[in-house]
């Protein structure tokens, strides 16, 4: 493999992994999420990612490689889901959009 795992080992945890993607999720920057993401595939058998997922193995490939051409949302969340993972959504500091009223009073 010529990719750099960094913090990513053959053997890595479940746990680190997830630690790895979310690191990268949290950059905003999504040739940085797809590259971490196509990291993560290479650690796992993309054949079996293509199937579950019913993403097209190339597809998966590709999508995930950090180039121009990134991956629709729902192949992120196929793939990560394929193996093992799901996205979650947490406050942060510093958010920008107020909530509407609506969502204020609830």
Do not use: W
């Not at 993401?37 to 995930?64: C, M, P, Q, W």
Request: contains cysteine.
């Amino acid at each position: 493999m010529s990719r750099k795992f960094v913090g990513l080992r053959p053997h890595s945890s479940r746990e680190e992994i997830a630690n790895y993607v979310n690191r990268a999720f949290e950059t905003s920057n999504l040739v940085e999420i797809c590259k971490a993401i196509g990291a993560v595939t290479h650690l796992h058998n993309i054949s079996d990612i293509a199937k579950i997922s019913r993403v097209e193995r190339g597809s998966v490939y590709r999508a995930f490689a950090g180039g121009q051409k990134h991956p629709n949302f729902k192949t992120v969340l196929s793939v990560l889901d394929a193996m093992g993972f799901q996205l979650q959504v947490k406050v942060r500091q510093g958010g920008h959009a107020s909530p509407s009223r609506l969502a204020r009073s609830s």
